[in-house]
Nanobody, 125 residues
Framework: QVRLVESGGGLVQTGDSLRLSCVASERSFSTWSMAWFRQSPGKDREFVATISTSGGSMYYTDAVKGRFTISRDNAKNTVYLQMNSLKPEDTALYYC??????????????????WGQGTQVTVSS
């Protein structure tokens, strides 16, 4: 059974930084494109960023461009989300997701095959 386990969330102040991590239980991790999504209460799950299997291509939603960086370490089966200059509107439950169809870079949650349980990020003003 595939497991994705996120960590690194927390309570921070406006302008602070956090780094989220997501570790996969499968060695086939290196063949999956990976993404981060977030969801706030009462809102739909929102695409944040995605990264190709090699780590050479990344895409971001406009709201986080220039502040967030997605990266991966295939040797460690881990994808990261470095979040800088955090704002209160970044407050959400953050999920990592895996797409097993090679490098499609979908932004809709339904296109992803595996999900983690989420890690909470709260940014106080």
């Amino acid at each position: 059974q595939v497991r994705l386990v996120e960590s690194g969330g927390g309570l921070v102040q406006t302008g602070d930084s956090l780094r989220l991590s997501c570790v996969a239980s499968e060695r086939s991790f290196s063949t999956w494109s990976m993404a981060w999504f977030r969801q706030s209460p009462g809102k739909d799950r929102e695409f944040v960023a995605t990264i190709s299997t090699s780590g050479g291509s990344m895409y971001y939603t406009d709201a986080v461009k220039g502040r967030f960086t997605i990266s991966r370490d295939n040797a460690k089966n881990t994808v990261y989300l470095q979040m800088n200059s955090l704002k209160p509107e970044d407050t959400a439950l953050y999920y990592c997701a895996a797409d097993t169809n090679w490098d499609r870079f979908p932004s809709h949650p339904a296109e992803y095959d595996y999900w983690g349980q989420g890690t909470q990020v709260t940014v106080s003003s």
